[in-house]
């Protein structure tokens, strides 16, 4: 929206805000054209290309996950360790759970050190 004025991107910013979370749309099965309309909070839109159906995919995976959990640091897994000897991760956009051992938490410090 490079030629938007001040307005024109404070009535998009609400009509985000107000639309709310694309994921709920898609549940909702809500075509892309109402999914715009909800979003821009313009009765105009223009379909520029037709049959593109939206879905929702999360791509996380328990390589993802051991990467961020591993980026907590070498003290920290130490602590879980020592206080549940385990962890679980739940993925905040999809809620799968990653379960990880306490022998994968150490592998994962072996890996820290190794860096």
């Keep these: 929206m490079p030629d938007a004025g001040e307005e024109e991107i404070s009535k998009v910013e609400q009509a985000i805000f107000k639309a709310g ?19 821009t909070g313009d009765e105009k839109v223009e379909i520029i290309e037709e049959n593109i159906t939206p879905i929702y995919e999360c791509d996380c995976s328990k390589e993802h996950m051991e990467q961020a959990l591993a980026a907590i640091g070498k003290e920290e897994l130490q602590n879980i360790i020592q206080i549940d000897e385990q962890a679980e991760i739940v993925c905040h956009f999809c809620n799968k759970t990653y379960q990880f051992s306490k022998e994968e938490l ?3 410090i072996k890996n820290i050190d190794k860096k």
Excluded: F
């Excluded at 979370?21 to 549940?27: C, E, N, Q």
């Excluded at 909702?28 to 054209?33: A, D, E, K, P």
């Design 106 to 108: 150490e592998e994962m």
């Design 21 to 39: 979370a694309i994921s709920k749309m898609l549940d909702q099965n809500l075509s892309l054209q109402e999914i715009a309309v909800k979003i």
